[in-house]
């Protein structure tokens, strides 16, 4: 399937015409501005131009992608009004609809088609400033995304077995767009709320899933950069070195999903709900960042092939990452993170297994934090790199990795971790580590009695386990503590509070 990067970069652009000091802008500087930011994503575009006094209209425009000779992207948005105002702006009318077709190929699953139809009702476009540092702001009463038909090599597959539908309602915003060294932007949108419907079968497995959801106060804030010189977009390495940048963070309030599948198994029916959110994701020669956190999520679900519904609450949950993207000599920030606060189970799944309610049922955290320097030795953007690889190649060198911090709580057990390393990438495939991390368990013991209590853990097993617990770590001061340090020194011997072990 072509790359939803293309769709995304083609509603943006569209948001754009569809989305300070006030001096005059000329039409052609607005069509040539919105020309240069369509094909600095890769896109082909093609209009004819005609001058009737304030007015420029641009007739039979289109925008088209191709990644491969099997795919392609490609938009006809028809005609383009753009008049010029008194006060030095440009208003920008476009069509309510705009038809759109997506295709992809390959030999394993054939040909597949899909076209769809970008709408929009109540917009109102207008541009200001100058040729150089060109500021949109639009507003419209909704914009919607629909499929209206698919082809699966060369056979029509019905609409209501695989659609696509999704609208966004009030939506307003204002996007700034700057030329130096790079062709720059700042944008930020907000939308009263996103609705959403996805359809999807497969006639082989003769299932139908259905998901549908909304979101509430929809915003987001962002800033990228554009090269000027023209660079082939699918050349990620080229594009980043040339100062290619995108970094944005969108929030919504409350929102919820429904997922119905049915299937020869029987059906599964559930529903997601959650409260605010926030996704920031940034790209750039430093690297690649992802960061997301979630409050209050519910989920409730019911299986034909599950004997009691599924039922568990998340007071927060969060997951980031950082990593390098492009090959270097120099070490570079990583990180990896994630949470899960306040896991809370139903009794319903709680019974199945301690059904004499011999474990505690405190709400479950799981937590860890690292960070370290690294750098790639291969290009990850580059398959042709990736590919030839071998068992024996290493894709990065890793410098250091610290523990910042590792927390499981659960069943009325606590354990909490730190720890340092750094490495040696002269000694093999497998880098050397060298460092410690420092852990401490809470309620050890205690957990393993409620084990055996409760009939999950035989009296040989627990005997072993405390026997692995004695071996790895010594007696805190305070009651049913451990605490342990684990060392690895330069000749990759590991040791337990100063004993050696291995």
């Known amino acids: 399937m072509p790359r939803f990067s293309c769709l995304l970069s083609a509603s943006s652009t569209i948001a754009i015409l569809a989305t300070g000091a006030v001096a005059d802008l000329s039409a052609e500087d607005v069509w040539e501005d919105w020309k240069t930011y369509t094909t600095g994503f890769g896109y082909d575009v ?40 008194s006060d030095g702006s440009v208003t920008i009318d476009l069509p309510s609809v705009i038809p759109m077709q997506m295709s992809a190929g390959d030999e394993s699953f054939g040909t597949t088609k899909i076209s769809m139809d970008y709408r929009q009702e109540g917009g109102d476009i207008v541009a200001s400033g100058t040729s150089d540092a060109i500021n949109y702001t639009y507003a419209f009463d909704t914009i919607s995304v629909e499929t209206t038909g698919m082809e699966i090599n060369g056979e029509a597959v019905p609409p209501e077995s695989n659609s696509v539908n999704v609208s966004v309602n009030a939506l307003q915003g204002t996007s700034q767009t700057t030329l130096d060294s790079l062709r720059r932007y700042v944008q930020a949108l907000e939308a009263e709320s996103v609705s959403y419907t996805f359809v999807a079968s497969d006639e082989e497995t ?24 023209d660079i082939d977009s699918s050349d990620m390495d080229a594009m980043l070195a040339a100062g290619f940048a995108a970094d944005g963070t969108f929030t919504f309030g409350a929102n919820a999903l429904t997922l119905s599948v049915e299937s020869p198994e029987g059906p599964v029916e559930g529903s997601v709900v959650s409260g605010d959110s926030t996704i920031s994701v940034g790209m750039s020669q430093d690297g690649l960042k992802y960061d997301i956190l979630q409050n209050a999520v ?3 679900m019911t299986s034909a092939q599950f004997p009691a519904p599924v039922n568990f609450n998340i007071a927060r949950s969060t997951f980031n990452f950082l990593l390098p993207v492009s090959p270097s000599d120099t070490m570079s920030d990583y990180a990896f993170g994630f949470a899960m606060e306040g896991f809370e189970a139903s009794e319903a799944i709680w019974s199945m297994f301690d059904p004499q309610a011999q474990l505690p049922r405190d709400p479950a955290t799981i937590a860890l ?3 370290g320097r690294a750098s790639l030795l291969l290009d990850v953007f580059d398959p042709a790199a990736m590919a030839g690889m071998t068992p024996t190649d290493s894709p990065a060198k890793i410098e250091s990795l610290n523990i910042n911090s590792l927390k499981v709580s659960a069943l009325g057990a606590d354990l909490s971790g730190t720890g340092n390393f750094t490495f040696n990438n002269d000694t093999g495939l497998f880098p050397q580590p060298v460092g410690a991390v420092d852990l ?14 409760a009939g999950l853990l035989p009296e040989d097993q627990a005997m072993g386990m405390r026997m692995m617990m004695g071996l790895l770590a010594v ?4 009651p049913d503590t451990l605490t ?3 060392e690895i020194n330069a000749q990759g011997h590991v040791m337990a509070n100063g004993q050696r072990i291995q």
């Open 46 to 85: 093609t209009g004819t131009e005609a001058r009737s006094g304030d007015t420029l209209t641009v007739t039979g425009v289109t925008m088209r992608a191709s990644a491969e000779a099997e795919e392609a992207f490609e938009v006809e948005i028809g005609q383009i009004v753009l008049q010029e105002q």
């Open 484 to 486: 342990s340090k684990i």
């Open 440 to 453: 401490s368990l809470t309620g050890g013991n205690a957990l393993i009695d409620k084990l055996i209590g």
């Open 298 to 300: 519910q989920v409730d």
């Open 369 to 371: 934090d690292l960070t």
């Open 206 to 229: 003769s299932s139908t899933s259905r998901v549908s959801g909304q979101l509430q106060d929809v915003g987001f804030n962002g800033t990228g950069s554009m090269p000027l010189r």
């Open 475 to 478: 007696p805190g001061s305070a």
